[in-house]
Nanobody
Framework: QVRLVESGGGLVPPGGSLRLSCVASGSPCIIINTMGWYRQAPGKERELVATTTRLSTNYTDSVKGRFTISRDNAKSTVYLQMNSLKPEDTATYYC??????????????WGQGRQVTVSS
């Protein structure tokens, strides 16, 4: 069964840094079409943070210049490096991937979510 497993996150003071990782597993052959990170703060809708395709990366305006998304295709992994964190970045972060496998073709998957809290 293909799944996305996230790690990283935690509590950091304002201005600090954290890194999130998301590994796709469950198939001997996984091709990443698109992977990205979303976040959801209490009482707010889930929003897109950053995405990466084979050709490009995209960021929501509020994180441009502070967050960097990257991918390691050989490891079926995507990372989100978060620098200069602000209290408003506090949220649960979710990994999302559109992955191709031989058995299922291209399917959307979600990770379980990781908490990021920015507070002094």
């Amino acid at each position: 069964q293909v799944r996305l497993v996230e790690s990283g996150g935690g509590l950091v003071p304002p201005g600090g840094s954290l890194r999130l990782s998301c590994v796709a597993s469950g198939s001997p052959c996984i091709i990443i079409n698109t992977m990205g990170w979303y976040r959801q703060a209490p009482g707010k809708e889930r929003e897109l943070v950053a995405t990466t395709t084979r050709l490009s990366t995209n960021y929501t305006d509020s994180v441009k210049g502070r967050f960097t998304i990257s991918r390691d295709n050989a490891k079926s992994t995507v990372y989100l490096q978060m620098n200069s964190l602000k209290p408003e970045d506090t949220a649960t972060y979710y990994c999302n991937g559109n992955l191709w496998t031989p058995n299922l073709g291209s399917v959307d998957y979600w990770g379980q979510g990781r908490q990021v809290t920015v507070s002094s």
